[in-house]
């Protein structure tokens, strides 16, 4: 198994290490521009030439994790649009900017880009600069969703792997109330002036 990581965030480089220390082949799709500076970044692409285009990474990888900044997501869905996306796991990480409409979700915008690909959501409640914004180690779950079965059961599979408590919140659809979750613990943080994220659990039994 292989999994492409697209994005060049915190988020993209943190989950890689994890599968890559739990045994699972990584490559990392940036984009044109990404300036590799950061130390890590220079060992991953010296000595293991894992960092690669995004439509590369999206080709080579059966596993593919969305974990890049909204500013780049644009190009992400054109090649996705260009490659062949079929029976491919699509993870989408990341957080759309919150106006006031909780309906202003990736999602729908993914199901285009890639309508032949099994869809989920996980990992966005970390932020794609984890684990930067987790000083104290305190987030040590993760809520996912989507509809397909048993890809639903793969990627919980994934995420308990590297270590997170996998908290199924249900079907695909329900992948902008996982986003407002988000921003909600944002707007928390930023009216208690503290630089860490408040954190807080969606309640499971």
């Given at each position: 198994?292989?999994?492409g990581i697209l994005g060049g965030t915190s988020l993209a480089k943190t989950l890689g290490k994890?599968?890559?220390?739990?045994?699972?082949?990584?490559?990392?799709?940036?984009?044109?521009?990404?300036?590799?500076?950061?130390?890590?970044?220079?060992?991953?692409?010296?000595?293991?030439?894992?960092?690669?285009?995004?439509?590369?990474?999206?080709?080579?990888?059966?596993?593919?994790?969305?974990?890049?900044?909204?500013?780049?997501?644009?190009?992400?869905?054109?090649?996705?649009?260009?490659?062949?996306?079929?029976?491919?796991i699509i993870i989408d990480c990341t957080n759309a900017s919150f106006i006031k409409k909780l309906?202003?979700?990736?999602?729908?915008?993914?199901?285009?880009?890639?309508?032949?690909?099994?869809?989920?959501?996980?990992?966005?409640?970390?932020?794609?600069?984890?684990?930067?914004?987790?000083?104290?180690?305190?987030?040590?779950?993760?809520?996912?969703?989507?509809?397909?079965?048993?890809?639903?059961?793969?990627?919980?599979?994934?995420?308990?792997?590297?270590?997170?408590?996998?908290?199924?919140?249900?079907?695909?659809?329900?992948?902008?109330?996982?986003?407002?979750?988000?921003h909600l613990s944002k707007e928390i943080t930023w009216n208690k002036n503290e630089r860490s994220?408040?954190?807080?659990?969606?309640?499971?039994?």
């Amino acid at each position: 198994m292989k999994i492409g990581i697209l994005g060049g965030t915190s988020l993209a480089k943190t989950l890689g290490k994890k599968y890559i220390e739990a045994g699972i082949n990584v490559v990392f799709g940036v984009r044109s521009d990404f300036e590799v500076e950061d130390e890590e970044w220079k060992v991953l692409n010296k000595f293991h030439h894992r960092i690669c285009p995004y439509e590369s990474a999206i080709i080579q990888g059966e596993i593919i994790l969305i974990c890049s900044e909204n500013g780049y997501l644009p190009e992400i869905w054109c090649a996705l649009k260009n490659s062949d996306t079929e029976d491919k796991i699509i993870i989408d990480c990341t957080n759309a900017s919150f106006i006031k409409k909780l309906s202003n979700s990736h999602t729908s915008l993914l199901k285009k880009a890639a309508p032949k690909a099994h869809l989920f959501k996980a990992f966005n409640n970390l932020g794609v600069e984890y684990p930067l914004n987790d000083e104290m180690g305190i987030v040590k779950e993760t809520y996912y969703c989507g509809d397909d079965v048993p890809e639903k059961i793969r990627v919980k599979r994934m995420i308990e792997l590297i270590g997170f408590k996998a908290i199924d919140a249900g079907k695909m659809s329900n992948a902008f109330l996982l986003e407002a979750f988000y921003h909600l613990s944002k707007e928390i943080t930023w009216n208690k002036n503290e630089r860490s994220n408040y954190h807080f659990k969606l309640v499971s039994f």
